[in-house]
Every structure is written in C-alpha cells, then in structure tokens.
C-alpha cells in the first residue's frame, strides 16, 4: 500500500495552499463569526472553481467521481487554513445524495453543491442533533433513525424556521453564557437578518449550531438508512483531515514564535523542555498522517474512526502546545492563533468523539 500522494495530488494540494495563502481567511473567519458570510461564501466560490466540492459528487450529477483520497487531501489545506463553514457537511451531503440509489433528490441538489454554487448542512443518525451553521448553508438535510431524509425549513434556500436549539448536549455546543449544551437548553438569538432562527454558540465562535426540524420529505427506506452510514463515514474522514490541518497550522505558528520569543537572552526554540514539546506534537501529527491517508483508501469504518480519533486528539494536543508556549497572549482573540485554537477540540469532537471512535475501532476489529 502506497501513502505518499501521487504528484498531481501534491499539485491539487499545493493549488489549495496558494489559493488559500493568498486570501485573507482570518478576516473571512472573523466575520463569519458575526453573521457575515459574503467574505466565506466568495472564498468558497474560489475553492469551487478547483473542483473540489466536485470530488464529492458522482459524474452523473457534475462530479468528477466519489475521490475521498483526492477529497482528503483538500480538506488537510482547509484545515491548515482555517475556512469557516459546513465545508465538511457540503460534501457528506453531496455523498449522501448520490449514494441514494434515487436519481431525484441526486439531480436536483447535488450539481449546484459540486459547482460550488449552493452549500449544506445535515443531520445523520448516532451523530450529533445540531445542524453545522444552517443558517448561512443553502440546505438543510435531516436523516431521522427511521430512515427519512428531508430537507429542513430555515435553510438559506428554503423558507420557515429551524428548531430552537435543545437536543442532546455535545462538548462542542455552549449555551448562550457559555455552559455546555445540555437538553433543554435555550439557544442563543441569531445573528441580524437570521429571522426566529435560534443558533447555538459553539466553543469555536465560528462554529454555528442549530436544530433543525421537519421539512420536506425528500426519501425514505434502507437504502437512506445506507446512504447515511456512507456520508457519516465521510463526514468522519474529513473532519479527520481538517484536524491534521488545524494541527499543522498550530504546530507552525508556535514554532515560528518559539523563534522570535526571547528569555534570558535566548529564543524560547532554544530551551530542551520547549524542543521537547515541539517534538512531541510533531511526533503526533506525524502519527496521524498515515492513519489519515489508509482510512482514504479504504474508507472502512475501522480505518477512518482511527484516523478521526488519533488526528483530533493530536491537533488538541497541538493546540495546548500552541496555547502554553505563547504565553498569555495565546489566550488573546486578536491574535489570529485563536482562530486555531478555537476549533482544535470541536473538530475533535465533530462526527465522532474520541470515546466513539474508539469504541468503532474496538467493534471493527471484533468482526
């Protein structure tokens, strides 16, 4: 089995790098956060016009083909980047559509999410209840337990109203002072212009929550209930992606201010405690790679709860290298390290806990 990307992947990915170094995305980020999503949605219109939401859909439908490989690789430099938005649930949705067997719901959403010119949100079964950022996606689907695949009312493209946010609790919603989301708890007031929607605030200030509820009924039956193990598998995959991205990015900005950063005369880099931390995080992220690049091949659910597990637990170490070695003004907001931060333990936690994933991993080996 070969791990190293082929050179025109290493090329796709270099493409997305300079794309993305060549935007401004912490501003995109920042005003994402406020409910401004013309900065995010132009930068994904450039990131469309790479083919990369394509990489999702089949060729039927606009795609290039299902290339979770290829997808992956993408979703490292989003990551690294820190692009605001469900990147992640455009594409599992766009799986989820055209794994349906049903060329109807397939034709009719998924050519715009390839193109780059609609976005998505969703909700699967066993995942968590709250809708990633449906009030700025154009849809929202829902698969329920009983095998239904909707689209909510309240997505941008749709009209109505989301439900107020109060499903089970995840480490990664915060209720609107700040308290872990729990059942029953009240969501906070959405952003001008976002109507009754009611929006829950996530540790990643960016990260916008909400649940979503009703809606059209688009299919129904077990090739749903299959479709939906296939997109939340894919969900899992690249959010692992975006983890080793968001650990790599860290690790670079705590290396370059280990540099710069002086004490008793010497640069910070230059302390064995600090290289040592350095190089354990690096260690981290480099065990993860690999983990990443098998689970993209295989794409069993084995494979890609390891590489979840083992990449979000080394970006969240990532993060708490970067938090301790910058001192007090890692916990600044107006140092763009925070946007990094921020996102390292809800990707970690997103599609799959590290007690989920652990436990998938467990029962893949006991088959």
Known sequence: MRFLPTDEQSDFARTLRALLGAADVPAAV??????????????????????????????????????????????????RA??????????????????????????????????????????????????????????????????????????????????RAGGPGTSDAVGPAGTAGTAGAAGAAGPAGAGSWAVLGSLDPARRLSVPAGGELLASGPAVTAAAETAARWARLLTAAQCLGVGEALLAATVEYAKQRTQFGAPIGSFQAVKHRLADTLLGLEFARPLLWAAALSTKAGDVAAAKLTAGEAAYAAARTALQLHGAVGYTQELDLSLWLRKARPLRDAWGTPSACRAAVLQARER
Do not use: I, M, N
């Open 82 to 163: 820190g692009v605001p938005g469900p990147v992640v649930e455009t594409a599992a949705a766009s799986v989820l559509l055209s794994e349906l067997g049903d060329q109807g719901p397939a034709k009719r959403f998924v050519p715009g999410l390839a193109a780059g010119e609609a976005s998505a949100t969703l909700t699967l079964p066993g995942g968590s209840p709250y809708a990633l950022d449906a009030d700025a996606a154009t849809y929202c689907f829902t698969v329920s337990a009983k095998g239904e695949l909707r689209l909510a009312a309240g997505g941008a493209g749709t009209a109505g109203a989301l439900g």
């Open 30 to 79: 920042r005003a994402w956060v406020v409910g401004e999503h013309g900065p995010g949605r132009a930068l994904w219109s450039r990131l469309a016009g790479t083919g990369l939401f394509a990489l999702a859909a089949r060729e039927d439908c606009d795609g290039v083909g299902l290339l979770p490989l290829e997808l992956s690789l993408g979703f490292v430099e989003l990551g």
